[in-house]
């Protein structure tokens, strides 16, 4: 089924951005029954509407497939639950909300804090393994994807939410139009809705294109997410800039029938947009060049270590990890193994690449010359919870934005 209009507009005038060939998809860890199996891959080509200028590739896998057996659990990371605690303290401070409603709660990470506070929350997650972990953990959590259905379902049980918050799912849904208005169906006519989606404009800027996978199906500048928010009914009214994710924008949205006007921040990034040329063709012309050098300053890296007789061991298996390695052909020969917090990865191997994965204690164990870090977004945080690599000699390499060997 070839892919010929914009979800967002209709549109027919889609443009080649970056085509990174064909890969399996990101979190589809393999056992080691499976190593003997064919394994599925689809193209993972980004484009560019010339209409909206909505970044997106094709939604070639149902998030029904990726979703109901999710490796990704949101505690495994202590700084994603400490922005999340600061998040959900400052929203219950300014806002004093009545009702919460989060979409895509993982785990209840987020929600665990707006109970603790007392106050009245429902969780919407996707995924039944990981609501029943939030559940777990005292998080009223419904197992559903949100469309309008879902969303007026919800409303007329609970009532209508004074605050609903959707972090990261804002690109992982095909339909955006359907989702928007799942959103205005849970929010009250005064209430306010609150998204945290990744930056296209850092994301082209910092050469993250390794955040580009099958579950990630669009790519917002603030432009066109304000074009999607008003699709659903939706009025963008602020925007924060976060460094979570490389970078991210925080969206904060009313109903149209609020009546509230843009900021002066959101009228400041949409200008820091045109000036990067994001809605123009000629903005996107570059990036492609950049992610080849990525690509070949980091095999380069590998392949000298691995004539030098070095050893080179990954930290870390994030979806993110699996674009980088399969667009750059990393094998077992060049990355003996990879680690991960999450006990689900253990023993399985990563999609496409096949580099078994094994608890982070390995490092310490196998005192490896060189840690790849693939979530370089969490940099900080793991290079002090890496710096026991230095007491013999070892050096942490961060492949994005640039190829980076630490002294
Ligand atoms: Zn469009």
Known sequence: MPVTRCRLCGSGRLASVLDLGATPPCELFLTPDQLDEPELTYPLHLRVCTSCWLAQIPPLIR????????????SYSDSWVEHARRFAEDALDRLAP?????VASNDG????????????????EPS????QAARDRGVPTRTAFLDPATG????AEHGPADLVVANNVYAHVPDIVGFTR??????????????EVQHLLTLMELNQYDTIYHEHFQYYTVASAQRALASGGLALADVELLPTHGGSIRLWARPVEAGAAPSRRVADVLDREKGAGLEEIGGYAEFAERVAKVRRDLLRFLIDAAEAGRTVVGYGAPGKGNTLLNHCGVRGDLLAYTVDRNPYKHG????GTRIPIRPPGQIAEDRPDYVLVLPWNLRAELTEQLSYVREWGGRLVF???SLEVTP
Do not use: K, M
């Not at 009545?98 to 989060?102: A, N, R």
């Not at 799942?182 to 998204?195: H, K, N, P, T």
């Not at 399985?348 to 999609?351: E, Y």
């Open 182 to 195: 799942g959103l205005r169906a849970l929010v009250a006519d005064d209430g306010w809705v609150s998204i």
């Open 399 to 401: 492949p994005i934005p």
């Open 98 to 102: 009545g009702f919460v409603v989060e």
């Open 63 to 74: 998030p029904e497939e990726t979703f109901t057996e999710y490796a990704y659990f949101s």
């Open 348 to 351: 399985r191997f990563t999609p």
């Open 109 to 124: 990470y987020l929600l665990q804090h707006v109970v603790a506070r007392g106050v009245r929350c429902l969780g919407v």
């Open 128 to 131: 039944a393994n990981v609501g």
């Open 152 to 155: 007026t379902a919800i409303r």
